[in-house]
């Protein structure tokens, strides 16, 4: 047998925050040595921390990562233990994303990223250049690390660590996902161990794939994966998740938290390598391929890993697959982002407008979770979250919180700001949540500052805008919608920049957004409203999944009011409520919340035009409308999303958790001014209805089209696109 003990890690890093990251890797080893390991992996660029985007044009963060791992090596750190430490490095003029390979106060190897991540929420290309050769070539180590290494240069590229007994490599991140990953050429050249260096983010229903992906990097070739993360905010909008493991030939035998609040986790597993060479040797056309591989360049170490058969050793045993519901997700991911942002900010809690609906009761739920971690956290003897907790609470005499709505009442302000369109059904809801979260809460009225407004009009034009249903037009009525919604803006700042003076305490608050990923696709929010904050933790999540989270979070989370809240119909109650008229969101928006969903992902996720989506749903919904019916919804859709898409310059930095968000700084990168009637996109669509007849439904037989998804004619089936349109899972 050849024993071999690995450790990765969960890091918990701030972007530019050099000395915490350095004191986090540190911990990491620390405890990897104290287990006896002897590889211990850390995340992709861990020393800068991964969000750090344009600074990394900056040669002082170039320099400073340097001067972090010259403090690494210059201390007993890497003694009997291969460290591979991420890190931004210059060679040249160029800059790439490395590991920094270290054993015994030297650097072994350093190995560039060779295929970036560019799309979706990442631009690796914008700071790095791809390293493209398929060699070794010499580095010379800058002067100040040489000198005090007693090291001139090291190997520099792309290749492997060979080892006395096995053979080590490195492969980053996105190129495990690549078309031809270089762990399938690694493998035929005999290395055993890879160590893939991640910053992955978090994204609902995705980390299954993630899984997937380690296990048939060793399925059917033998070997142990190694995978490291970083875990919380870094200071963005993304909340990175965890999940270190360790996979041996398929099998998934070490995994650390997807969720957590703990700045260090460690993730060790004890593994028999001579389980990999034995399965190599079963495999005939493993054999075969590596007997005429494309040779990959190596580095000698005159060192050993592994240890010999020893029964006081426990071998790692397969794990079952055990993943947190999407309900579950909603609940932790943002709990633990809205942590980080709180305990980084400088703030002294949240102030969220609590309307007593669906959305802000998410976010105030949600906020109630973190306080359960938090105190969660302490009663296991978490010093640092104990420690953070103290200092925002403003705990004194040797108090910290014991319990969460004890806690919450230190840092979460919410406030009904009703007006006379407002219901006593609302106002009630959002007081009993209150009460239960444990907010402190304020019921206020906000109808003499609307009146105020109201009359500075009147007297500046001699005009007073009436309602719809008192007779005014549609531009008096959303004029005097967006009065109310937009004085509400106005009053959350205020209340959470004053508040805590009331109240004896020092610092500000935090103004929580609570607009979901729907609403902004469609526009259905005012500019400069409530869903303008400081941050927003469900700007990326659908309704569909906001209401299966309420009614999970009122067991789960011990909110039962929210099971009412889930019930009740949308409404923003803007407008009067009359006898015969009572405001609905959908009746608003023209379409309904699934509906949206279903755009999203076309326009999104399978990049759909206006005419490439019409098409898709002429299949998957030919047996419930007519083609004309179709055109009409789609048409109705991409009016109100580019007139509204102006609004997503403006949205409030939100955790991102959805793939077809609309958010417009980094992921979604559209105009926002439009032609909204479309001339040409929907002529398209109208010829394309007169072509098929469009006023009959095109299926017939609803029940074998909407469940088969294909039917053996050809005919009548919705295809791949039409079959995942609606599907959550979609995208990744």
């Not at 492969?171 to 260096?197: D, S």
């Not at 995978?227 to 905010?233: E, V």
């Amino acid at each position: 047998m050849r024993l071999l003990k690995v450790a990765t890690c969960n890091l918990n890093q701030w972007a530019m925050d050099f000395e915490w990251n350095l004191n986090n890797i540190k911990d990491s080893i620390l405890q990897a040595k104290q287990a006896n390991a002897v590889i211990r992996l850390g995340p992709e660029l861990e020393l800068t921390g991964y969000g750090c985007e344009d600074h990394f044009l900056e040669l002082d963060t170039i320099n400073h990562s340097w001067e972090c791992l010259k403090d690494l090596l210059l201390g007993d750190w890497t003694d009997g233990i291969l460290c591979s430490i991420g890190m931004p490095v210059i060679k040249g003029s160029e800059r790439y994303n490395c590991q920094v390979l270290c054993l015994d106060r030297k650097i072994i190897m350093i190995r560039p990223k060779m295929w970036l991540a560019n799309d979706g929420n990442y631009r690796e290309l914008r700071w790095f250049t791809a390293w493209k050769s398929k060699d070794l070539v010499d580095f010379l180590l800058p002067v100040e690390i040489s000198e005090a290494l007693q090291q001139k240069s090291v190997p520099f590229g792309y290749g492997f660590l060979q080892f006395l007994d096995t053979a080590v490599a490195v492969e980053v991140c996105e190129e495990l996902f690549t078309p031809i990953p270089p762990h399938a050429e690694l493998a035929l050249n005999g290395v055993e161990v890879f160590m893939n260096a991640s910053g992955s983010h978090h994204q609902l229903r995705k980390l299954d794939i993630r899984i997937r992906a380690f296990i048939g990097a060793t399925h059917t070739r033998g070997g142990v994966y190694m995978y490291s993360n970083l875990q919380g905010c870094d200071g963005s909008r993304l909340y990175y998740d965890g999940c270190s493991s360790v996979v041996l030939n398929g099998e998934v035998v070490a995994k650390g938290s997807q969720f957590s609040l703990k700045d260090v986790e460690v993730v060790l597993a004890q593994v028999d390598l001579d389980a990999v060479a034995s399965l190599r040797g079963s495999i005939s056309s493993f054999q075969e391929q590596a007997s005429c591989k494309t040779r990959v360049p190596s580095v000698a170490v005159p060192h050993s890993l592994c240890q010999p058969f020893n029964l006081k050793v426990t071998l790692s045993s397969p794990l079952k697959d055990i993943y947190h519901s999407p309900e579950e997700e909603i609940a932790f991911g943002p709990g633990c982002w809205l942590w980080d942002y709180l305990r980084r900010s400088g703030a002294s809690g949240f102030l969220l407008p609590l309307s007593g609906g669906a959305d802000s009761s998410s976010v105030a739920a949600m906020v109630g979770c973190m306080c359960q971690l938090v105190v969660k956290d302490i009663a296991s003897g978490d010093e640092q979250v104990k420690a953070d907790a103290i200092r925002i609470g403003k705990y004194t005499n040797g108090e910290y919180p014991t319990d969460s709505k004890e806690f919450a009442k230190r840092v979460f302000y919410t406030v009904y700001m009703g007006t006379e369109n407002s219901s006593e059904a609302t106002r009630k809801r959002a007081r009993m949540l209150a009460d239960e979260v444990g907010s402190w809460h304020l019921d206020v009225s906000i109808d003499t500052v609307v009146s105020s407004l109201l009359s500075l009009f009147q007297t500046l034009t001699g005009k007073r805008p009436l309602y719809k249903v008192d007779g005014g037009s549609n531009i008096e009525n959303l004029g005097l919608q967006n009065i109310q919604a937009r004085v509400r803006m106005v009053l959350a700042f205020m209340l959470a920049s004053l508040l805590p003076w009331v109240h004896s305490k020092s610092g500000f608050y935090l103004v929580l957004g609570s607009s979901n990923v729907d609403e902004a696709l469609r526009g259905y929010l005012t500019k400069y409203d409530c869903s303008s904050a400081d941050i927003n933790p469900i700007g990326s999540i659908s309704k569909m999944d906001l209401r299966t989270f309420l009614k999970w979070a009122a067991i789960n989370l011990g909110y039962p009011s929210l099971a009412e809240i889930e019930a009740a119909p949308p409404t923003a109650e803007l407008e009067p409520i009359r006898s015969n008229y009572s405001q609905l969101d959908e009746v608003d928006m023209g379409m309904t919340y699934e509906e949206l969903s279903v755009y999203g992902r076309l326009r999104k996720i399978f990049r759909s035009g206006p005419v490439s989506m019409f098409k898709n749903l002429c299949f998957a919904w030919g047996s419930r409308l007519t083609p004309a019916e179709i055109a009409e919804k789609v048409k109705y859709f991409f009016k109100y999303y580019s007139i509204n898409r102006h609004k997503m310059t403006v949205l409030t930095p939100s955790y991102h958790a959805e793939s077809y968000s609309p958010e417009d700084n980094r992921f979604d990168h559209r105009q926002f001014l439009y032609n909204s009637r479309w001339p040409f996109q929907f002529r398209k669509i109208d010829e394309l209805v007169k072509e098929v007849n469009g006023d009959k439904l095109a299926f017939e037989e609803s029940s074998n089209h909407e469940n088969s998804g294909a039917s053996s004619s050809g005919l009548g089936g919705m295809g791949v696109v039409g079959a995942q349109m609606a599907d959550p899972k979609a995208g990744h």
